[in-house]
């Protein structure tokens, strides 16, 4: 494709860029522009209308090799999904560190500011199938491909810090419990069913993800105001062979922020692409998601300080104990050309390293060591998915692995062999010092057992630790969501073993949840927990054992304390008809697009809406294709007639009553106010009362003024959209929504 198309074909907004990977993608990219349709073996068609027939009423040929090669392509266009993180959105970008980590680690893409290195990144959940719900309670996927010089690096990463289970031969279990039950296969995308609530009722050391999974950080506002987490300890290694464990962070540079759970069910129906559509729009209108990376660095000689195992990805390091430093900044800036070849056919892996990145022994990270690439073998059909071109390192390959279904390399000669003399030795080992992969010489030295380190058996003071760092909004979502999941389970002792489990955590939330599903909390329950039989024939329990924490409280875990000062590519829904206060909705669109938020404008029909003073503005979506829960706030213009056309739109007034119910910011001016007086918050006292006053009334994230005064209500609208929710309504309001 030539330049000039190319750039034409990129995103509206800021330009898309280009980087090594994506200029390495072109070379195999094609738009068939200009073009006469041919083959796959380049014959021109010259009719690919109709199939070669005895006649216009005949029978098919066999012989025809067109309509043959088309369908059965067609009949072999489906793989397999992954096993997990089927559903799944990715986009290319780049990484840049802030400065040298030298000290830290040799691995070059972590060296020098000015080098930007291509990524690809894949966000994802984990139960759903590919075609489920964005908006599904679940983990999230955050991974990363860094195509470095040095090779491909992989940090394939959640958005929540730490995970389900100890050990890795647990994960099937895990994933058979969670996906939808084998005998009718219901329900798609949830936890909320038995199969997944009796084995993490059986499973205390699931307990801290849980109370995670449970928050409100399972269902994002966007993957763009996602943290990632690497979640295993893993280990820096510095040019002189120096190692120390590090722990990797993504930090969103737009906050941390989440729906509630009534909007995540209906974002479901409403647009189930949510999340992937938000990250494509993103990136086309030029506003790049960025994400800090932060690692939390702990000496060698500390491994044994803290009150949990370094090992145990049930845990994480507390920010307070180890500060996360921000080290660079990751980019992405330019969407995928094409789905399937790019975001279906990537193959993460957490062995895919690079020099002065090594593994430590945490029992879950060494069996995905094995996992990724046996998975991909089936999914991606066989041992050369690494040529396939996203999976591709910028860096050449060289070596003596031959043949194989789909080989694209050529490898010329006679030797795929090593030691050789034909070949002249090539290609070579390369000595550490020329960047050749060398472990971390770990010292090893123990007996060969199947069983658990006592170091593991805290299954609960974390989860303890996180639930008392939320703020009582959290909290209260906490509670409603085991509510809700517990509420779904069917058989009365998977409820009671889980509610027991929770009284482990939290006296009052166990309460507040039993209280919810009519139940009692039992004082202890029958049968073991987590039980093994080891060699000596002594059945053994992991018996969780509570550990006294050095925080009782870490404000890091809380997204009540993400930043809260940027509405930056928020979405407004702007309620209009026909005859609104054009002056006043010109004066707040103009505010929140220069605070860098996108105002739609949304009207009982399509086409254009003429203001009082008869200018026209665009209409962006009816009633009947948007709704409220795919927006961050709501303005309601100005203007009688507007205003009349609004009160008798019932959609209107359940726009606003959902945003209300949403605890989301809220504007109106002039006659706007009486659309606010007539749904459900014409029941609230204060800030619907202030339109004849002469001044700006915000109250809890309602703000009101006259139309004239626009540019002041829009002010304190932005404040209060930045805030993102106004928890205190959600406690008193009932809404009807
Ligand atoms: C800390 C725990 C884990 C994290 C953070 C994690 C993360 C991820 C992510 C982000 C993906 C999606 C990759 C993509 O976008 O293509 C993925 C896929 C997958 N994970 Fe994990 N995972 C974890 C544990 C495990 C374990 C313990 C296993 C198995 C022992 C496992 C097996 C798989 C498999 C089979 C896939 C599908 C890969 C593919 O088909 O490309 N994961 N995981």
Known sequence: MSKGKEKEKLGKGKQQENNDKV??????????????????????????????????????????????????????????????????????????????????????????????????VRFSTVAGSRGSSDLARDVRGFAVKFYTEEGNYDLVGNNIPVF?????????????????????????????HDTFWDFISLMPESTHMIMWVMSDRAIPRSYRMMEGFGVHTFRFVNEKGKARFVKFHWKPLLGVHSVVWDEAKKIS??????????????????????????????????????????????????????????IGKLTLNRNPDNFFAETEQVAFHTGHVVPGIDFTNDPLLQGRLFSYTDTQLIRLGGPNFHEIPI????????????????????????????PNSLGGGCPMQAGADMGGFTSYAEKIDGKKVRERSASFFDHFSQATLFYNSQSKPEQDHIVNALRFELGKVETPAIRERMVYILSQVDKTLAARVAEGLGIKVPAKI??????????????????????????????????????????????????????????????????????GAQAKIIAP???????????????????????????????????????????????????INEAYKHCKAIAATGAGVDVLRASYLGAVEGGTAASEASKVVANEGVVTGQDAQAGKVATEFIKAIAQHRHWSREAKDQVPA
């Open 23 to 120: 200029n390495d993608l072109s070379k195999v990219t094609e738009d068939g522009a200009g073009q006469f349709l041919t083959t796959n073996q380049g014959v021109r068609v010259n009719d690919d209308q109709n199939s070669l027939k005895t006649g216009g009423r005949g029978a098919t040929l066999l012989e025809d090799f067109i309509l043959r090669e088309k369908i059965t392509h067609f009949d072999h266009e489906r793989i397999p999904e992954r096993v997990v993180h089927a559903r799944g959105a990715a986009a290319h970008g780049f990484f840049q560190v802030y400065e040298s980590q030298a000290e830290l680690t040799k691995a070059k893409f972590l060296q020098d500011p000015s080098v930007k290195t291509p990524v690809f």
């Open 164 to 192: 389900f289970i100890q050990d890795a031969i647990k994960f099937p279990d895990l994933i058979h419990a969670v996906k939808p039950e084998p005998h009718n296969e219901i329900p798609q995308a949830a936890s909320a």
């Open 269 to 326: 129906g409403n647009d189930p692409d949510f999340h992937r559509r938000d990250l494509w729009e993103a990136i086309e209108g030029g506003d790049f998601p960025e994400w800090e990376f932060g690692v939390q660095i702990v000496e060698e000689k500390d491994e044994h300080k803290f009150d949990f195992d370094l090992l145990d990805s049930t845990k994480l390091i507390p920010e307070e104990l180890v500060p996360v430093q921000r």
């Open 391 to 418: 999976n591709r390192p910028i860096d050449p390959i060289h070596n003596h692995q031959r043949d194989g279904h789909m080989r694209q390399q050529i490898n010329r000669g006679r030797v795929a062999y090593e």
């Open 526 to 595: 029958d049968g073991p927990l987590n039980m093994s039989v080891p060699a000596d024939g002594n059945p053994r329990q992991f018996q969780p054992k509570r550990v006294e924490k050095e925080v009782g409280s870490s404000p890091a875990l809380s997204m009540a304390n993400t930043p809260k000062d940027s509405i930056k590519t928020r979405k407004i829904a702007v309620l209009a008809a026909d005859g609104f206060d054009g002056s006043a909705l010109a004066a707040v669109k103009k505010a929140l697009t220069n605070a």
């Open 605 to 655: 029909r399509l086409g254009f809406l003429r203001a009082e003073k008869g200018e026209e503005v665009k209409i962006d979506f009816s009633f009947l294709t948007a709704a409220s829960v795919l927006f961050d706030a709501v303005y309601v213009a100005g203007g009688e007639k507007s205003a009349a056309a609004l009160k008798g739109e019932s959609d209107a007034l359940h726009f």
